[in-house]
């Protein structure tokens, strides 16, 4: 049974299948670190998460590569002030601090929301030298031109610039010429930009152009040919990534080195707040802090984007999200009814395949993860499979249901914490009398005992 997945270059879905052997070459876009990443952006990470382990389900060894934008975008395309120096002033920090800061946050979150960590986590700010290079062989090429702002990509050049987004070339030359320092055409973009001659940049550096900083699209060019090679098989990043992002960095590529980066283009839909998206830039969003402010975990928050499939928008809700979380601690409290393994009197091993397959079919049609979980809500109701299958299937949920199958804390009384309490201090006197009165009390109360090596559980 094949993945198959949407390709956004095809705008079809197609059957993956890696370049090489078994092996994938995954490049997600990262964050730009100069504020907490906002719950919308940590939908396409936990998007490409699911990816990455819907790859490994099927038998293929991924390689994840992820950028961290700490130089170089700037809050209009190739206008406007760096993101980093704006955070560094609204913070009092170097832009340098803000980095770091920020890069740490989301390390957290990712980690919070059970995202694996990428194989390669790299800073455009380590990779100036691979950029610079790309830019001269760019520029060797015949494909870059000088302005008095930078040095510019001529999208002209290319035969088939925007192939990606579909962009007609009547669209893109039809554009207000935009006058930044004299740029040739409205889609032309920035490869290198020249520091302000009157002001000091925070990030800078010279070049063989004069000192400045990279644009924003050579980083995800220069590092993901550097620790994927070209062609790799999977480029992921937000829809909003298509039309410039993506559209440049597979020009770039195509430019310098005469091929299309990735072979496979995947574009998650946006998370919005009411009609809008939810951005940085609108000032309508929210960080996963926030959500732990109001007791919302950030595995609940995890269970509500995989509600939904990622090609579809999404519109946050507290309501949405306080069900979620209800329906996870169900999940959690069925998951732990079921048996440990598989038994013949419970259900066949037929029956447990032919769910297995459901399973498997659902997330290989293009990551179909709520379809994928109506599955599994019906073999938990049903008690048609057993743990361990269904600790296989959260391999690729990432809900750690393992890990949470004990009943949630707030649904054991008082009185019965009371007594765990006394139980464990009895134990560690070795007063084994008193320890197994305990236990009959609290089955009175209508909980089973298990013994521990940290401590008494119990369950209902
Ligand atoms: P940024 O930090 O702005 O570079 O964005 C990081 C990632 O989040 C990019 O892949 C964006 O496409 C994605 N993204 C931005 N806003 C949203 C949103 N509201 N919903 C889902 N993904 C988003
Ligand atoms: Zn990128």
Known sequence: MSLKLHNTLTRRLEDFQPLKGKKVGLYACGPTVYDYAHIGNLRSYIIWDVLHRALEYNGFKVKHVMNITDVGHLTGDDEGEDKMEKGARREHKSAWEVAEFYTKIFMQNLADLDIRRPDVICKATDHIKEQIKLIKKIEKNGFAYATTDGIYFDTAKLADYGKLAQLKKQDLRAGIRVAVGGKKHSADFALWKFSPKLKKRQMEWKSPWGVGFP??????????????????????????????????EIAQTEAAEGVTPARFWIHNEFLNMGEEKMAKSLGNFIALDTLKEKNITPLAYRFFILQTHYRKQLTFSWPALAAAQNGLKHLYGAAAELPKKSSVSMHSDEQTGQIKDE????????????????????????KTISQKTLFEFDKVLGLKIKENLEKPTEEIS???????RERDKARAKKDWEKSDELRDDLARLGY????TPSGTRITK
Do not use: R
């Not at 008082?414 to 765990?420: D, G, K, N, P």
């Not at 089973?448 to 013994?451: A, L």
């Open 215 to 248: 644009g924003w699209h050579i980083e995800c060019s220069a590092m993901s040919a550097k620790y994927l090679g070209l062609p790799f098989d999977i480029h992921c990043g937000g829809i909003d990534h298509i039309p410039v992002h993506h559209t440049n």
């Open 448 to 451: 089973t005992v298990m013994d």
């Open 414 to 420: 008082v009185a019965a914490q009371t007594l765990i």
């Open 359 to 382: 399973f498997l079919t659902a997330i290989n049609n293009d990551l179909d993860t709520p379809a994928a979980l109506a599955i599994v809500w019906q073999a938990v109701k049903e």
